[in-house]
DNA sequence: GTTCATGCAAATCGTTTGCACAATG
DNA sequence: CATTGTGCAAACGATTTGCATGAAC
């Protein structure tokens, strides 16, 4: 019982995004292998970057939500992502700015800043 | 040399991100205040919660880029962007779960998983 | 041959913008 | 009065979807 075909497409888009070290957006695919398929349409890049991403083979880079959000709180603060409810709650934790200097001693990055996200399940939706 | 007026309508929006300690998405704040300003339109929510985020009264949650990008490493990574030519890096530097201890030892959530993206300028861009 | 994948174009949806009028200073 | 803020509707841009045709099995 699969659910997909195997697609000389799907095929062809998972070797680029492997291929390359970078994160690419949906119109870069497009472009890199419009020359390859050049009836390629962009719906049909998405639709299997979709796909791609609901079989695990690839990931998508964001917050879960696909709009805008704002916080009033403007002092450095970690975010706590209910992976229940979707709410977003700020941390009280201290900023951890030893975090930034392990990059900074492995790269030659200059790191300045970081953020960090933590996914689980919120105090309301445990003891409901 | 003040750049905007005060607008009513602007501190109210401000008050009411202050007054939740949720982190809501424009048409949030839009239905929240439309009983108290009839005629309001989305296009002023917007307007002015762009405002507030460039006077840096509040803050908005997001990667900086308005668009998705999709990662073919599907191993649990940190990242680092740039803030000069915006490339998402991948980082070798191992998971560090004590952070989700931390949270786990002064909140009542049970976190699971945690992100981080760190900023700063890369490589290339220091030396080009 | 039946079902899924594709190209194409239209639709969708969050966000932005142009305009005429109201509010601010 | 000069300029910014607002409501309204239209525009925008990334993504999704419906449909007819082509590929997979």
Redesign the pocket.
């Known amino acids: 019982m ?9 095929n062809r888009i998972l070797e680029i995004l492997r291929e390359t070290g970078s994160h690419p ?3 870069w695919v497009y472009d890199k292998l419009k020359k390859e ?15 791609l991403t609901e079989q695990g083979m690839i990931r998508k880079i964001d917050f879960g939500s ?4 704002f916080d009033a709180n403007t002092t450095d603060h970690y975010h706590f992502i209910c992976e229940n409810c979707g709410s977003i709650i700020d941390l009280k934790l201290p900023i951890d700015k030893t975090l930034e200097d392990r990059v900074n001693q492995r790269t030659n990055f200059k790191t300045k800043n970081h953020k960090i996200q933590f996914y689980g399940i919120c105090e309301n939706c445990i003891n409901p």
């Open positions: 699969e659910k997909y075909r195997r697609s000389k497409l799907r957006h949906a119109d398929y050049p009836r390629l349409s962009l719906g049909s890049v998405y639709r299997n970057l979709s796909i696909s709009f805008d959000r």
